[in-house]
């Protein structure tokens, strides 16, 4: 990992400029990129079939687009644009960068609350991750709702999942990650080594989760997910897993018992819900939950950093995981 120096474009008669404040590393999908797993740095995406081919796009490294969760302040407004006032903190996608111009209608759209903590701005693209999930789990009232992996998207989900009306049993194989969980609203909390399918069927009187969220990207959890819910239920495939799903067997329950697999991702909604449900107000819902306090995400932070321990950061994800949760950049020209 390394710091590069990028100049500034020049603004446009309709765009803003903004200084960054925060970015958040977004674990799971930048490590994919680290570590070279991403089928988008393995393989070639042609975006019009919706197909990957073989053969990874030339150079595959260095990866120069990491980062999308991020929040900045207003420090300049182009000339023909009106909707956006030098000193608003805005949201958005646009890099581990220390500044950026943006379209200012897109800013306007995305202005955080004054009164808001702004850190809440990076939690934009993975709030909308979280409450997508949970729309496509069809979650109603009094179900048994079980969430497999418990990092920065799996504990939204959880809360999520118990803010419209779930009885949310929680898995997790890092011990400091389950009781952050249970102490932000979940019921219990379960070691993947102590057979989860089994303890959730002891809670469920024999019948098994109603719906399953598997948000950690392991196929063997994807596998004790689907042993997890009752006959004829779902389980939201929300994980980025990456390769060959090995410890996924479909022959067993996931035949046995008509489990729905239902993949959630973030470039749409469920068919049922496209029509209102668009990104953006994914993202302003995660955001205005935060911004009410019905959505914990700052306790989320465990560590914020300047630039100058960016590398190391990126290390400690990879190597120990178990030290880190939400790790934030901070990027303010005067930290203190």
């Known amino acids: 990992m390394s710091v590069v120096e990028d100049p500034d474009p020049a603004l446009g008669a309709e765009e803003v400029r903004v200084r960054t404040l925060y970015s958040g590393i977004s674990a799971g999908?930048?490590?994919?990129?680290?570590?070279?797993?991403?089928?988008?740095?393995?393989?070639?995406?042609?975006?019009?079939?919706?197909?990957?081919?073989?053969?990874?796009?030339?150079?595959?490294?260095?990866?120069?687009?990491?980062?999308?969760?991020?929040?900045?302040?207003?420090?300049?407004?182009?000339?023909?644009?009106?909707?956006?006032?030098?000193?608003?903190?805005?949201?958005?996608?646009?890099?581990?960068?220390?500044?950026?111009?943006?379209?200012?209608?897109?800013?306007?759209?995305?202005?955080?609350?004054?009164?808001?903590?702004?850190?809440?701005?990076?939690?934009?693209?993975?709030?909308?991750v979280a409450v997508n999930a949970v729309l496509d789990a069809d979650i109603h009232i009094g179900e048994t709702v079980a969430v497999f992996g418990l990092g920065v998207p799996g504990q939204l989900v959880a809360q999520l999942a118990r803010l419209n009306g779930g009885r949310v049993v929680v898995v997790d194989g890092i011990e400091s990650r389950r009781n952050l969980a249970l102490s932000l609203g979940a019921e219990l909390a379960l070691d993947p080594r102590e057979g989860v399918a089994e303890r959730i069927r002891e809670l469920t009187d024999g019948r098994g989760a109603d719906v399953a969220i598997e948000i950690s990207g392991n196929a063997r959890a994807l596998h004790e997910a689907v042993r997890s819910v009752a006959y004829n239920s779902r389980v939201v495939v929300a994980g980025f897993i990456q390769g060959d799903a090995v410890g996924l067997r479909l022959g067993e329950e996931f035949h046995h018992n008509r489990v729905q697999l239902v993949c959630s991702q973030i470039s749409g909604s469920s068919p049922s819900l496209s029509h209102r449900w668009d990104r953006l107000r994914l993202n302003r819902t995660a955001l205005r939950l935060a911004a009410e306090e019905r959505l914990d995400v700052t306790a989320l932070i465990t560590h914020t950093i300047t630039l100058d321990g960016v590398a190391e950061a990126y290390r400690m994800l990879d190597e120990t995981p178990q030290e880190a949760l939400q790790v934030v950049l901070d990027l303010r020209e005067d930290p203190s």
């Open 29 to 128: 999908t930048e490590l994919t990129a680290y570590r070279g797993t991403s089928p988008h740095v393995t393989k070639q995406w042609d975006a019009a079939s919706r197909l990957f081919s073989d053969g990874a796009a030339e150079p595959a490294f260095p990866v120069t687009t990491l980062g999308y969760e991020e929040v900045g302040e207003v420090v300049e407004v182009g000339t023909s644009h009106d909707g956006v006032a030098v000193g608003d903190r805005v949201w958005g996608t646009w890099g581990h960068r220390s500044s950026a111009v943006l379209d200012g209608a897109q800013a306007a759209a995305r202005v955080l609350p004054p009164d808001a903590d702004p850190r809440i701005g990076i939690f934009s693209h993975i709030g909308a």
